[in-house]
């Protein structure tokens, strides 16, 4: 491996979680679920933001670089937030559909999902754009972090979920294929379980 090449394989393994699953999938339903649902995919304040710049926080950036935006998690492009919400709504609308659980426009009870936190396996355009130091051969560690909550027609929260998955070094052969492998991985996760619990919970037409 070409020696700049490893510095920058390493320095974006270093910037990523290397924790599996570190909180896995938590639920709260405080009541039943009946009826069709309204749902909403937004993305954080903080992810919105990252999408043109990099972190707020200077402990959020473990690259000592001015332009290092892979590493230092941030500078994703707005087309790259775009798709991971449209990516979300696919798998949530697909699994739902596969357990009988209607979606409406005009349900009165919402499901809101929030995408809390992304990171790619590869530089995405963004990043290539404003980054010389980095390649799309560059890779690291991704996943995401979601959340998700249930409010009534009187807006009352009857439930809430939070799901986190960043790979490690045996989840996946290395070097991952996609700029959102893992990332999309958590998002089939997150969707599969939340059909799941929802479907339970009497959402089931």
């Keep these: 491996?070409?020696?700049?090449?490893?510095?920058?394989?390493?320095a974006a393994l270093m910037a990523a979680p290397v924790v599996s699953q570190a909180r896995g999938f938590d639920f709260d339903f405080t009541q039943g679920i009946?009826?069709?649902?309204k749902l909403e995919i937004v993305v954080s304040d903080d992810l919105a933001y990252r999408a043109n710049n990099l972190p707020k926080?200077?402990?959020?950036?473990?690259?000592?670089?001015?332009?290092?935006?892979?590493?230092?998690?941030?500078?994703?492009?707005?087309?790259?937030i775009t798709y991971l919400i449209k990516d979300m709504n696919e798998e949530l609308t697909h699994d739902f559909a596969k357990r009988g659980i209607t979606l409406s426009d005009t349900a009165s009870t919402t499901l809101r999902v929030t995408i809390e936190?992304?990171?790619?396996?590869?530089?995405?355009?963004?990043q290539l754009s404003t980054d010389?130091?980095?390649?799309?051969?560059?890779?690291?560690?991704?996943?995401?972090?979601?959340?998700?909550?249930?409010?009534?027609?009187?807006?009352?929260?009857?439930?809430?979920?939070d799901y986190d998955y960043?790979?490690?070094?045996?989840?996946?052969?290395f070097p991952p294929v996609g700029t959102w492998e893992d990332t999309q991985r958590a998002f089939s996760r997150f969707s599969r379980s939340l059909s799941k619990k929802i479907?339970?919970?009497?959402?089931a037409k």
Aim: net charge positive.
């Design 34 to 37: 009946s009826g069709p649902m």
């Design 166 to 173: 960043y790979s490690n070094l045996g989840d996946t052969p």
């Design 199 to 203: 479907a339970a919970a009497g959402a």
């Design 1 to 10: 491996m070409h020696r700049s090449f490893a510095l920058i394989a390493a």
């Design 57 to 80: 926080k200077m402990s959020d950036r473990p690259v000592r670089r001015l332009n290092a935006s892979f590493g230092n998690n941030g500078r994703y492009g707005e087309k790259e």
């Design 132 to 161: 010389s130091s980095i390649s799309f051969q560059s890779f690291g560690i991704g996943g995401a972090e979601v959340s998700a909550e249930i409010t009534s027609a009187s807006g009352e929260i009857i439930g809430q979920v």
């Design 117 to 126: 936190d992304v990171k790619p396996n590869r530089p995405t355009f963004k």
